[in-house]
């Protein structure tokens, strides 16, 4: 058995279907009819980097390293001094592999014969298995039509990709082979994500699969592969841009934010990602979280401001490691996580519109109980940031039509992600044949595809298998 995963990153699943209705998708339809379409939640934040843990770990993002595209590294211990900052967008993405737990395992670790194409994560993977690495050319081209602003350029990219892919499974196929096309996201934060260019973007990913269907026939290998065709977390429309770092810089903090990190006696550290969400780092002079109770004066003034901003819709405040307090205009409430039992107790309302509390239930019972409101899969992912030793004394979700960075984006967004918000968190997942059983989040891919190739299933997943 083979399986063949293709990451149209950024697609939402109402956009995919709209597309496969109209028939501007025929191969993705054609999966569709003889296999199905799920929708999935992805993971907290809902951003590229973090977002592919799930997919490639089968593992939440924050308690494996990897808790945003950016993040202050508090201990010192994985990041350099003077900064003492993560940044995933630019050279520091090449730090991924080394920020997650060893103990851990990537697919590419369990699965030998495995290959990928602009995968962030890469560990277990030889150079040589990295395709888009085999063209100095194409990974140049990356690099520098992200930080040019280019984004025409990007279906570039994706068209690399594609032609890639398709080469490698006619010249050297492997049992395992995950392939990322960017373009989608990129020009959903350029254009909007209803705009004509996304939909070009899935048109490649589109003509990639009737390519590898084409060829996977004509060898007699289709019925022994499975093809996959899924997204990393969607996106939403933004109109304002909220200057984070000169806010809390107004309220009296000497901040240190990307790409400015070179701060004198910083006393905040402020990390967009996405740029719907935000991590707030304060008391950079201690080594460990200070949690909710440790929070000074100023930091409590903060955060009872931060609550008020228009920009902010769900202001997280880690108190312990399984305590969370969710904040918001419309009420507080308690994110509880203990062991694989998770509970919601609202206070003075219910920011996550659940309608009741919960006692200790377990992962399945608490997506049930958010599946359909505007935060689905919140308990779980909340606890599990909650749980992260990188995570931000307060961490933000954007409200929509805000996102957290007004500057020094080289494309200006006009659409965003990361927040916990439903356009953000589900994704699409489409497979040519069905499945035993409906996947629930993105955590359950990799379990999935191990069973599909035959591999035992490490303990300790966030994800189950679907077959």
Same mark, same amino acid.
């Given at each position: ?159 690399d990709i594609s032609r890639a892919v398709i080469a490698h499974a006619t010249d050297d196929p492997a049992r395992f082979l995950f392939a990322a096309f960017p373009g989608v996201d990129k020009t959903s934060h350029a254009d909007g994500h209803a705009g004509p260019r996304p939909r070009q973007a899935l048109r490649i990913v589109d003509d990639t699969v009737a390519a590898l269907r084409e060829h996977l026939e004509t060898q007699g290998e289709w019925k022994d592969t499975w093809l996959w065709v899924t ?8 109109? $304002?841009? /909220? ?7 107004? *309220?009296?903090?000497?901040? @240190? !934010?990307?790409?400015? %990190?070179? +701060? ?21 002079? $201690?080594? /460990? ?7 000074? *004066?100023?930091?409590?003034? @903060? !955060?009872?401001?931060? %609550?008020? +901003? ?158």
């Open positions: 058995m083979r399986v063949i995963v293709l990451l149209a990153d950024g697609a939402r699943p109402d956009t995919l279907r709209d597309a496969l209705d109209s028939g501007e998708l025929p191969a993705i339809e054609r999966m569709r009819r003889e296999g199905a379409m799920h929708e999935l939640t992805s993971v907290f934040p809902s951003v590229t980097g973090p977002a592919y843990a799930p997919m490639l770990m089968g593992r939440f993002p924050g308690p494996v390293g990897l808790p945003g595209l950016r993040w202050h590294d508090r201990s010192h211990t994985a990041s350099r001094f003077p900064d003492y900052s993560r940044s995933y967008v630019g050279y520091q993405m090449g730090e991924v592999d080394g920020d997650l737990d060893p103990a851990a395992p990537t697919i590419f670790e369990l699965v030998h014969d495995s290959t990928a194409a602009l995968s962030v994560i890469t560990r277990g993977l030889p150079k040589h298995r990295q395709l888009l690495r085999l063209d100095l050319r194409s990974a140049f081209r990356a690099i520098t039509t992200h930080f040019r602003g280019d984004v025409a350029r990007w279906l570039e990219v994706d068209r997204s990393d977390h969607g996106h939403s429309s933004v109109e $304002r841009h /909220e200057d984070l770092a000169q806010v809390v810089e107004d *309220a009296g903090f000497r901040v @240190l !934010a990307h790409p400015k %990190v070179l +701060r004198r006696r910083p006393t905040a550290a402020v990390m967009v990602s996405g740029n719907a969400m935000a991590h707030v780092y304060c008391h950079l002079d $201690r080594r /460990e979280r200070p949690f909710g109770a440790g929070l000074g *004066a100023n930091e409590q003034r @903060l !955060a009872a401001a931060l %609550v008020e +901003r228009e920009s902010v819709d769900l202001l997280l405040v880690p108190m312990d490691r399984d305590r969370c307090a969710v904040r918001s205009r419309r009420g507080d409430a308690v994110v509880r996580g203990r062991a694989g039992r998770f509970g919601y107790e609202r206070g003075t309302g219910d920011p996550l519109g659940i309608g009741h509390d919960l006692s200790w239930v377990t992962p399945d019972e608490a997506y049930d109980a958010t599946r359909d409101t505007d935060y689905p899969d919140s308990i779980v992912q909340v606890a599990s940031m909650t749980a992260s030793p990188r995570a931000g004394d307060l961490i933000l979700s954007a409200a929509r039509g805000w996102d957290l960075r007004a500057r020094f984006e080289p494309i200006p967004h006009r659409s965003a992600h990361g927040a916990l918000h439903r356009e953000h968190m589900l994704v699409p997942f489409v497979t040519n044949r069905p499945l035993a059983r409906a996947p629930r989040r993105t955590t359950d891919l990799m379990p999935t595809a191990l069973a599909a190739l035959g591999h035992r299933i490490p303990p300790g997943l966030d994800g189950q298998s679907a077959l």
